[in-house]
């Protein structure tokens, strides 16, 4: 048996979960979310808990077992915290300012570079170096976040780029001098 699969789900009590066959929708206070689960998994909501079972143990069953819990509880998590990835710039010039909802980039290249947020996604803008994207979707925003970092990813000799807060990026030594 699936180790995360098995496990139940707790609800909050501000969560609604609604099971219509093979739909799942989860409502919260910061918005709902919609998933539609593969057919050999079921899922119930018993005594506050979701759970999630599967009739065999076929390789697509096993496959789809853990998968299936944890983007329920990945929906959950969303509509009650939401989530949020943070990005910096780093690079002489390069800098980060908000126009309305989107964002606008200076990255080094001849024109700014402007970003509008999709349905769903808001943009911080912290300082002239710092955005945090922000949403109840996870893959949304993790997609949101790394199409930004795409603009301009850090490069090894200086460092310059958009990489994510924390991220560690590998030096290279470059040309040696006389």
């Excluded at 969560?15 to 539609?36: N, S």
Aim: glycine share 12%.
């Amino acid at each position: 048996m699936s180790r995360i699969g098995r496990l139940p789900i707790a609800v909050p009590a501000n969560v609604t979960v609604t099971i219509e066959g093979q739909d799942v929708t989860v409502k919260g206070p910061k918005g709902e979310l919609a998933l539609t689960v593969k057919s050999p998994i079921e899922v119930k909501l018993e005594d506050g808990q979701v759970l999630v079972t599967r009739p065999d143990d076929e390789r697509e069953s096993r496959s789809l077992h853990g998968l299936t819990r944890t983007l329920i509880a990945n929906q959950i998590i969303g509509v009650t915290d939401g989530y949020s990835k943070s990005l910096e710039v780093v690079g002489t010039g390069y800098r980060v300012a908000a126009k309305g909802s989107s964002v606008e980039f200076a990255l080094g290249y001849s024109h700014p570079i402007t970003v509008d947020p999709p349905a769903g996604i808001t943009f911080e803008v912290e300082g002239n170096n710092k955005l945090h994207v922000r949403g109840i979707d996870k893959q949304a925003v993790g997609e949101v976040a790394a199409n930004i970092r795409k603009l301009r990813k850090p490069e090894p000799y200086k460092g310059k780029g958009v990489r994510y807060s924390g991220e560690v990026v590998r030096r290279k030594a470059g040309k040696a001098g006389k």
